[in-house]
């Protein structure tokens, strides 16, 4: 029973990011067929949105849009490839730059929530780390417990926000990019449009089971 609870669990955590990973990487063969990049095709759809200020440039920080600088930034295999994956996850992104153009609200409060989750993660870590040193040099009772219970928030904190923003990742694939894509993509390839809008959107869900998992690994980690 133990022996399969772990693997359920392990299934739990882990499936939805390598599912993800396996779309993006099923369609991310080469196309003779298509006429342009991703970065082609993001840069295309802005100047044709009249969504102006908004610039695409390659990044090694993966895929994702930046509204701050007010850019689109795409991985080397997105920017520079001319695959379904590469069309499907630039119209995604470009999916984000009309929310924020168009003031979508869930976008706006998704972009302050990520801040403090990306600040509440580190959080965790550092007091996590730091949980049997205060309680060595301190002694006091219920120490270690309250430092723990601190950590916990801050992780559970990352996790809730990843699972909140992900309806701002829905709108991006289906309401904003699905459209665009049906213009530029061959019908043949619009199941797999669709699979890899739905991939683009879970891994934020792969990221929140990633929080707890490694909120899990700390409290062992405590324990012992």
Request: glycine share 6%.
């Amino acid at each position: 029973m133990i022996v399969l609870l772990i693997a359920f669990l392990l299934a739990v955590f882990l499936l939805p990011n390598a599912w993800a990973k396996w779309v993006l990487k099923r369609h991310a063969r080469g196309r003779n067929d298509y006429p342009g990049t991703g970065a082609e095709l993001a840069d295309h759809l802005l100047r044709r949105l009249g969504i102006e200020g908004v610039e695409v440039e390659r990044s090694d920080q993966g895929d994702h849009y930046d509204p701050q600088a007010r850019r689109v930034r795409l991985s080397p295999e997105v920017h520079d490839g001319r695959s379904l994956t590469a069309v499907t996850v630039a119209a995604h992104e470009v999916g984000h730059a009309i929310q924020h153009h168009q003031g979508y609200a869930p976008l706006l409060a998704r972009s302050r929530l990520v801040a403090v989750a990306q600040r509440a993660e580190k959080i965790g870590a550092l007091l996590m780390m730091a949980a049997p040193f205060l309680f060595i040099i301190t002694r006091l009772p219920g120490g270690l417990a309250l430092v723990v219970v601190a950590a916990v928030i801050s992780f559970g904190t990352a996790a809730l926000v990843h699972l909140v923003t992900l309806p701002v990742e829905f709108d991006a694939s289906f309401q904003r990019a699905l459209p665009l894509l049906k213009e530029y993509v061959p019908p043949y390839d619009m199941p797999g449009a669709r699979h890899v809008l739905t991939a683009c959107a879970f891994t934020y869900v792969a990221a929140s089971l990633s929080s707890i998992l490694n909120l899990g690994r700390w409290l062992v980690i405590l324990r012992r």
